[in-house]
Structure formats: C-alpha cells, structure tokens
C-alpha cells in the first residue's frame, strides 16, 4: 500500500508537463540526497529449492522512502537513476550492504549466496570490477557467495565489451544470473556466448502458467533451454503452491516470490532464516 502511494506521488500528474517536471525533479532530489546521506536500505528476498524448502540464497533490493517515510518503488527511481547517472553511487551503497549481510550470515555459519541487481551504466564503468573486487575484500566475502543479475537487454548493449567484463568478473570468482530471462530482445546466441551460470525465468510467464497453455510452454521452454545450457533455473514471482510444483514438475529446482516470502528488511531476513524450516 505505501509503494502504491509513494507510485501515484510522482507520476499522478503526468498530463500535466509542468507538474511532472516538478515531480521528477522532487525525485531526483530525494534520490541524492538519500544516496548523500547514506539513507538508501536494502531489502532481501529468499531464494527457495522448491523441492526441500532451504534457503538457497537471496536477492538485494534497493528502497528509497520520500519525505514522509513512503515507500517510492524502484521501478520509479531506478530508471532515473540511470539517466541521472547517479545509478553508479547507488549501486555500490547496494554492493556494499549486500556483502556485509551476506557476511553477517556466513559469520552466523550459513552460506547463503546474495545476489545484486546491476544496471547497465555499472558495467559501463571502467571501475566496475575494481568495485567488487573490493567489497569482496573488504568485507572478506567469498567471492563465490556473491551474484550478479543482469538483464538480457544489458548483455546485448555493448556485446564485445560485455564478454570482456563478463569474463574479468567470473575470473574474481562470482556467479552472473540473467535476470527477466525472456522479456529482453537479445538472441539466444548470446547466451552461448556470454558463460553465465543462472537463468531468471521471468514472472509474467509464471504468474499466469497454470491458465494460459502459452505461458505455461514458454516457461517450459525456457526450462529446457537453460538446462541443455547447463545453468541453474530460478523463477521469480512464485506465489502459489501450484506453482511451485508445477515448476518441480518441470524440473526448475530454484524459485523466489511471496509464497516464501516478500523482500524483507536485514533484520526481519535474519528473524526469517531462523525459524524458516527447510
Ligand atoms: P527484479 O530484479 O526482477 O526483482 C524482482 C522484483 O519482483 C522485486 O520488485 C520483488 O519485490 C518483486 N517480487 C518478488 N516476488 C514477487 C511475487 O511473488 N510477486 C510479485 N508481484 N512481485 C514479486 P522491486 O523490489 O520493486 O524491484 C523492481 C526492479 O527494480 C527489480 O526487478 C530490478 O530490476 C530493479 N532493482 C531493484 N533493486 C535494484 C538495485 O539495487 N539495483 C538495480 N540496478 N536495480 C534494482
Ligand atoms: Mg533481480
Ligand atoms: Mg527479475
Ligand atoms: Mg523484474
């Protein structure tokens, strides 16, 4: 209900060009100066092996509250953050609490991998590597419990750079998982070329897999493609019980959504791993 607020708070207006000008501008404002501040915080979803319920890791989510302590959802500042290119700061404030929470988890004995959301502008950046190479050490985290979502779309923007990054990076140690697999525009050769471990099945095809036989087949689909690929399958969005076992069924062993649980804030994370049965 307060994203749906802090939603509507800057983009009611936008007949408007004026007022959605001032809105936009009102954003970018609270964006900075969150980032200046240090007041952006993550939240973290669980990521479920369907078949024996344990926690097999988790996704950062970045939240931004406005002035008034509503949530602004990020696909409202996440965009703007990218044509502002404050996109860079913010991501690293991200990288950096994902690897101490992870740390903090390994510190009460579980390895629970965290993955971090990275927007294309990031792998752009000459630092990027140098950027997680150093939170790595800083938070002397393995670099095997720490993942990389990128979208496909991403990937296909600079493809022979991309490949160079992509590399640079899994040479540190980490995973990258494709993030939205299936709502990007990017051609499966891609996926011969980029060596990635994770495929993202997207949540609007899971959402609706058990009532449309097109959905449910592109999930399918997709299920098999990752496998014949040798990566990992994950879909997002699970949030029935049907789902999930008509994804067991289709042998996706990983899902993440609100059957299990929301994204949660770092303490509610560490209150939900403890009585989690799994
Ligand atoms: P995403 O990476 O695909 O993240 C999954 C989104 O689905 C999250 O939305 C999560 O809260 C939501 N979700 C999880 N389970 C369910 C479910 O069962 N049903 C439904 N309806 N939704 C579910 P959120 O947190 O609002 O984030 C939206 C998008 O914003 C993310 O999509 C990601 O693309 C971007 N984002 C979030 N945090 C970051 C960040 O730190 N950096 C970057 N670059 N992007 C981020
Ligand atoms: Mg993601
Ligand atoms: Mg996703
Ligand atoms: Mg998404």
Not at 41 to 59: C, D, M, R, S, W
Not at 135 to 154: G, W
Not at 227 to 236: D, F, K, N, P
Request: some cysteine; glycine content about 6%.
């Amino acid at each position: 209900r307060a994203k749906q607020e802090g939603r509507n708070r800057f983009s009611f207006f936008s007949h408007d060009l004026e007022s959605s000008i001032r809105e936009r501008h009102q954003l970018e404002t609270c964006l900075r100066n969150a980032i200046i501040h240090d007041e952006l915080f993550v939240h973290y979803q669980p990521k479920i092996n369907l078949a024996t319920n344990e926690i097999v890791g988790a996704e950062a989510l970045v939240r931004l509250t406005d002035s008034e302590g509503l949530f602004i959802s990020p696909n409202e500042f996440i965009p703007l953050a990218e044509e502002t290119g404050l996109i860079i700061k913010l991501g690293k404030q991200v990288l950096y609490k994902a690897c101490q929470e992870a740390k903090s988890w390994l510190n009460m004995g579980l390895n629970i991998p965290i993955s971090v959301n990275v927007a294309v502008a990031q792998f752009a950046d000459p630092h990027f590597a140098n950027i997680i190479e150093k939170a790595l050490h800083d938070y002397q985290l393995p670099a095997e419990l720490l993942e990389l979502e990128i979208t496909e779309t991403a990937l296909m923007i600079d493809a022979a750079d991309m490949q160079t990054k992509l590399y640079q990076l899994k040479s540190l140690g980490i995973k990258i998982s494709i993030d939205d697999f299936g709502t990007g525009y990017s051609s499966l050769a891609y996926l011969k070329k980029f060596n990635v471990d994770v495929m993202k099945i997207d949540m609007s095809f899971v959402k609706d897999m058990l009532n449309n036989k097109h959905d449910y087949e592109i999930v399918k689909t997709i299920i098999s493609l990752g496998q014949s690929m040798g990566l990992a399958l994950i879909a997002e969005g699970v949030e029935t019980n049907e789902q999930r076992q008509a994804l067991l069924e289709l042998d996706c062993l990983m899902g993440q959504g609100y059957l299990f649980s929301r994204p949660l804030s770092a303490s509610d994370f560490n209150a939900f791993i403890l009585q989690h049965k799994g």
